[in-house]
């Protein structure tokens, strides 16, 4: 075999040998963890808190871990899972997470991640999300000259009674053109109509000005009014429904957490003037 064949068969050989290296290359793409979830918030239930957040603009997401601490910045413990909803045209979707395994009048914090199919999970959420869950109801209260011992009623212990006991946080009478009011049971405790609320989780602090300079308000159907204890206790009343028997039916809830930062602020009460509060004339 000449020299020249023999250069070019080692030559052919080395071009083969490099194609084939070349067929064994690959593109590494890094498996990055999944984003964060955004706009995490809660609302406020009677031993139970609702946690929702946005899911995240990703395809590859498997479930939404939320988590829960005593404290805002560490200690946080699983709570909860929910399974990521298939969304091939990453629509913008809202979960929800209902922690029943809490205490009225105590607070806690909340903070969500997301995990994707590879087990890989991402930073806790960074919106600082607390709640303090309280006890509600529904009540129904009697104008004073229908029935005055049941046209009060003591938020601490959810029940009615006399509009003229001291235990009354409020109370509730009427005018002669049928127009009802909602009235305070003493001097040291405020009221506020926050106006039209289509549902009862729309109010969930309370404001820090606003509060009427008069002890008592017109009520409207689908109102929610807001109480300042004389004990510095938050509370909210929604009217729902006005009854053929002269009654008002109520949704309330009380904040169990003396001046909770949430709920009940360290606002300075406001300054009251002479006659602010309507005393009532019936008695027991």
Not at 107 to 123: F, K, L, N, R
Not at 264 to 282: F, I, L, N, S, W
Request: proline share 4%; charged share 20%.
């Amino acid at each position: 075999m000449s020299s020249k064949v023999l250069t070019l068969l080692v030559i052919i050989l080395a071009a083969f040998l490099i194609g084939c290296d070349d067929c064994n290359d690959y593109i590494l793409v890094e498996d990055t963890t999944p984003a964060t979830p955004q706009n995490v918030r809660s609302v406020t239930g009677d031993r139970v808190v609702w946690v929702y957040w946005n899911g995240i603009y990703e395809h590859d997401v498997q479930l939404y871990i939320v988590y829960r601490s005593p404290q805002a910045t560490t200690g946080y413990v699983e709570v909860g899972r929910v399974a990521a909803v298939a969304n091939q045209n990453l629509d913008l979707l809202i979960y929800e997470f209902a922690d029943g395994a809490v205490a009225n009048g105590s607070t806690y914090w909340y903070a969500v991640t997301s995990v994707d199919h590879a087990g890989q999970e991402s930073d806790l959420s960074a919106e600082n999300v607390f709640d303090t869950p309280r006890p509600e109801g529904i009540t129904s209260l009697y104008p004073t000259d229908l029935n005055p011992t049941l046209a009060g009623f003591y938020l601490a212990g959810g029940f009615r009674l006399s509009s003229s006991s001291p235990n009354a946080d409020i109370w509730m009478d009427r005018d002669l053109d049928d127009i009802y009011y909602l009235n305070v049971g003493n001097e040291a405790t405020d009221i506020q109509d926050l106006g039209y609320t289509s549902n009862f989780d729309e109010i969930s602090y309370a404001p820090e000005l606003g509060w009427s300079e008069l002890g008592y308000i017109e009520i409207i159907l689908g109102h929610t009014y807001v109480i300042w204890t004389d004990d510095y206790h938050f509370a909210k009343m929604r009217a729902v429904s006005f009854d053929a028997e002269g009654t008002i039916t109520f949704q309330w809830a009380w904040q169990s957490d003396q001046s909770n930062g949430e709920l009940c602020p360290g606002y300075e009460k406001p300054a009251h003037v002479p006659g602010y509060v309507k005393y009532d004339d019936y008695d027991d």
